[in-house]
């Protein structure tokens, strides 16, 4: 069965850290460029971070939102054919659903953070629940 499955959601207190891992079953991830979205009540889905697929050509890519950049880490887990997100000094407007989504082949995310695909991905996971409380 081919699907992209999110984990390591959960509550915790401004400050405090959480690590999302996006797991695939039924293709090999590393081939993929990977995003994470996030979602928040009444808000549009926004993008989070990337980090583009494996390719000889190319050195790898990674992109983070303004709002995030220098608390979020992404980084591959190729022997668990998976996509973590490190959360750190988490602040109450993190709070989301958070949705990890996979494109085949490789994608320069600093520019593909910005195009017309950016939401149009191959795969999407069915979200885990981020809550942050003060």
């Not at 149009?120 to 979200?127: S, T």
């Amino acid at each position: 069965q081919v699907q992209l499955v999110e984990s390591g959601g959960g509550e915790v207190q401004t400050g405090g850290s959480l690590r999302l891992s996006c797991a695939a079953s039924g293709f090999i991830l590393d081939y993929y460029t990977v995003a994470w979205f996030r979602q928040a009540p009444g808000k549009e889905r926004e993008g989070v971070s990337c980090i583009s697929s494996s390719d000889d050509s190319s050195d790898e890519s990674t992109y983070y939102a303004v709002a995030v950049k220098g608390r979020f880490t992404i980084s591959r887990d190729n022997a668990k054919n998976a996509v973590n997100l490190q959360m750190n000094d988490l602040k109450p407007e993190d709070t989301a659903v958070y949705y990890c989504a996979a494109k085949e082949k490789y994608y320069y995310c600093p520019r593909y953070a910005y195009g017309d695909s950016w939401y149009n991905n191959d795969y999407w996971g069915e979200g885990t629940q981020v809550t942050v409380s003060v």
